[in-house]
């Protein structure tokens, strides 16, 4: 996928493509910058943005380099700097970029719906209330994203003009200001709404053609009910407000089984498959396996709980090959010995002695059409749990949701859930982090809000690893950048303070600093 900057700042781009396809994710090669009737469609564009959304975000250095190795869902097998919180700059800037790009595309299908000489022609692919709305209920996603991972960032929004929302207007600004979080988490509270207020049920689709997300208007509903608890109970005590949101998305309708989890689905072949099958099969970067300590959690060996029969849809035993990871053809086994995490936060030269003893992911997640994930049943119940007083019917919904998602026996669920401690702040929270496997960025929002998983390595901490020929030892997590604990969120890239100076600086100082520890408004202090 080609992407021609116009403006790093304002982020008004194109996004075209170079790939064809006649699948699944067909018509992401528009160019939604110069809409023009009868040659763009608002289905191609809301499917191209959707496509590059995840990614964009989910991939081996926007987060295989970033948030998923920092709440250790893996650890990296050569370069373990990245580990140590020390990110490129690069990636960086094209995680920040790529967002806005996205985000672009969905105001564009926006003003698409709203321009009477446009409107007309882009009814055929569905109701334009229905368009708009998705629109908005995956803007507010993806400026979610960002405020989560910087803080203050240049925000739009389809219902307010408030004038500091400035963002994705190049005709107006050139040089956005940085919008407030407060006021950036209070607007996508009431985006998320609206935009679930303004969905015509009574439609059949929300699109006709290329929807890949949501299909009826009453999941589209659902997602954005959904996501709204997610926001208000990530903000609660410290957006007015945000109560209420948590009382009226419920009472709105949030997701009720896996039927309504909203992922992207990828094609299955070698066109457009999924962000780290292409990464290991195509690009042949083989950098990542499953981190020790998330294997050791699993097995029992740290945490609360006994053996979670998702070690083995997880992982894949040691013993199994690249090769045979790709074509799904080793045995899973309840030998726990079989499965070998990757130590987590050791040295780059000590990386290479632990490569061949170590679990790769499953053939569960390296597949072509794997699903990537942006909200789903189980997170919800997790967060019906915790609004209920940590519900335990709501925290062992959760539990069971994730097995039965990832293909875990009825059996094998039947006497986990047996043994399942009774709910607690811990146990709902550290069973959530098991559930969001593979959504890093939400469980990196999660840790800084909550300060759980508690069995995360932390810098300081000693874990032993065993040394081919030398036996098991002991290392101590150093991280990098000077840091004590996790980054506390993402520094602005430097290319903005070159380009938009005086406006970064502002929101430098509005936040107490342009640092990695310094904490969004919500963090846990």
Known sequence: MKKIFISILSIATLLTTTVSCDDKLEEINKNPNAPEIGQTTTFGIFNGANYALMTNSRGSFSSGRMALPWVQYSAQRNYTEEDRFQFREVTNQSLYTDYYLSAVDYKTVIDLNTDPVTRAANEAYGNPNNQIAAARVMLAYTFLQLVDAYGDVPYWSYGNNDPDFQALQIEKYLKPKFASQTKIYADLL???KEAAAMVVTSEPVVFTRGDKLFGTPAKLVKFANSLRLRIATRVK???P???????EAIAGGVMTSNADNVGLTYQKDDVLPSPFYNDFYIGNRTDFAISNTFVDLLKGNLGNFGVDPRLQKYAAPKTATKAAVKAASYTETDDLTQYVGMPYGITSAQAAGQRPSTS???SNVLKQDYREILMEYAE????????NGWNNANYQNGVRASMERWGVSAAKIT???ATLPAANQANVLNQKYIALFMQPYEAYAEYRRTGFPNTILLPGQSYAFNVPQAGVTTYTFIALNNLTAMPARFTYPVNLQQLNGENVAAAAA????DELDTKLIWAKK
């Open 190 to 192: 009431k985006e998320l």
């Open 237 to 239: 005590g410290v957006v």
């Open 241 to 247: 407000g945000a109560e209420t949101h948590i009382t």
């Open 360 to 362: 790769f992911w499953s």
């Open 380 to 387: 919800v119940q997790f967060l019906l749990a915790e609004n």
């Open 415 to 417: 006497a986990f859930l």
């Open 510 to 513: 509005a936040i107490g600093g």
